[in-house]
């Protein structure tokens, strides 16, 4: 069975960092999202995947090129030259597919669905689409889903006003499609699966699905992207034997009385000074510099950031090569874009930051 994994979206609510990475490629625990994402497609026994892609492609190929453990799973990649939406995007995948029923994915949901089960009672119900759901305190930012006592969808309502929440269920974005669903999407304009395809199916009774209760979060805001950071640090979703929740490599040089607290991540090539602290779940990318008497908490840092000396930094994201100088602190959900400076001894408390002048080249990350 094969998979169309969305990934064209522009990632707006995570800018700037997708300014120079796409949603696709942001690190968890210093792995790339999509890696976590194959992870969870092979889990559901599938053999292969299209990457259904049109904001900043180059990357997640060149990604995908560099993975050689992929023998025995698929990559296609489908690009759009203009948005065609997220049933257009699985429209334009369609010369990849073979006809047989597909799974869909959002490229941004972190799951720990049993997507075998799911696959099964798709089967078993002799449904045209089953479409996974999950449930949340605040539907308003997702697709709210009524369903009846059989697990037939009475509703589908995309980002419900507050008035509109009769239920807190939503769609997870893990879909399965018998391949006629693929014969209801027009091609060659922007077509909405939640706006369009989805109430059509509801409409014909067509509709059924499966609710799960496992580990769930859309990556795509700064707060889920920083939540499914910790998550994926203290081994709550994604995590394999092999991993150690403290990886500090050779490449790193660690100075003295420095304080590291697990589960943390360390690429290699970073260097921390002496009597620095870094704990709260923090991840460091590639060639992070971490000054004397530093503290990061809570955090992630993006390959080649530097907090330098005395610094502060806490529940924040820090862009690749920005630099947060001398005594300065960053906190509360703040966000830095690519190489963003925080001068020395200035405040940065929920922020976000662009450094407008940087055009840097997203091959130049380390995926
Ligand atoms: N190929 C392609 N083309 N992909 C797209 C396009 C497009 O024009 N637009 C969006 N996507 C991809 C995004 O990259 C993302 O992976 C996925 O489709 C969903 O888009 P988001 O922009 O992240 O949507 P959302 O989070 O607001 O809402 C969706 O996900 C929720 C669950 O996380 C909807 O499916 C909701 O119903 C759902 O609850
Ligand atoms: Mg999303």
Redesign the pocket.
Known sequence: MQAVI????K?TRLRPITYHIP??LVPLRNEPFMSYMVKFLRSGGLDGAVL???YLPDPIQAYFAKRKDLDDFKIDYAV?DH????A??IK?AEKYLKGDPLVVV????LSGLDLKEAIRTHQESGAFATITLTSVEDPT???LVEVDHEMLVHRFI?KPAYDEITTNL????VYVLEPGVLDMIPKGR?VS??REIFPRLQEQGKLRAYVSSAYWR?I?TPRSYLAASHDALSGAVGADENFEYLSVDDSTEVGKNVKILPPVSVAAGCRIGHRATIGGRSSLGYGCRIGEGAVVEGSILLDGAEVEAGAVVRGSIIGPGARVGQRAIVRGLSVLGAECVIGEGNILDQGIRVNPGVVLSPRSLSF
């Not at 939503?170 to 974005?173: D, L, M, Q, S």
């Open positions: 969305l990934v064209g979206g990632g949603k696709a259904s892609m049109g759009e948005p065609l939406g997220t257009g995007g334009n959002n490229g941004d949901v930012a997702y697709g995309e939503i769609n997870a974005g922007e699966i939640e859309d795509g």
